[in-house]
């Protein structure tokens, strides 16, 4: 069983810098974040594969926002910057159980989600 728990999430002001943490117990293979903003649905923001370190990221944060790893702490970092209002959501951790570099965009491509911590990006 993988567990997930985010961290770093608060209330910044805009064009802040702003780093989430994804504590991962178990095997996990594609590490992705998502977002759900007020009244919307969960979006995907970027994703990362475990060995090789590729990523992938949504068009709305290419170039603002970084996925990395550290595979000696198992831990998966979104580093935020610049950060605009509508930015402004829950994050959310998923892993992949599949044996894939980079699992997907969708939330029904990952098997395990943390409890997700909150953004708040003040104009």
């Known amino acids: 069983q993988v567990q997930l728990v985010e961290s770093g999430g608060g209330l910044v002001q805009e064009g802040d810098s702003l780093t989430l943490s994804c504590a991962i117990s178990?095997?996990?293979?594609?590490t992705s974040w998502f977002r759900q903003p007020p009244g919307k649905e969960r979006e995907f923001v970027g994703a990362i594969s475990r060995f090789a370190g590729a990523t992938e990221y949504a068009d709305s944060v290419q170039g603002r926002f970084t996925i990395s790893r550290n595979l000696e702490n198992n831990t998966v970092y979104l580093q935020m910057n610049n950060l605009k209002p509508e930015d402004t959501a829950i994050y959310y951790c998923?892993?992949?159980?599949?044996?894939?570099?980079?699992?997907?965009?969708?939330?029904?491509?990952?098997?395990?989600w943390g409890q997700g911590t909150q953004v708040t990006v003040s104009s």
């Open positions: 998923a892993a992949s159980a599949q044996k894939v570099p980079l699992a997907g965009s969708r939330s029904v491509d990952y098997d395990y």
């Open positions: 178990g095997r996990a293979y594609s």
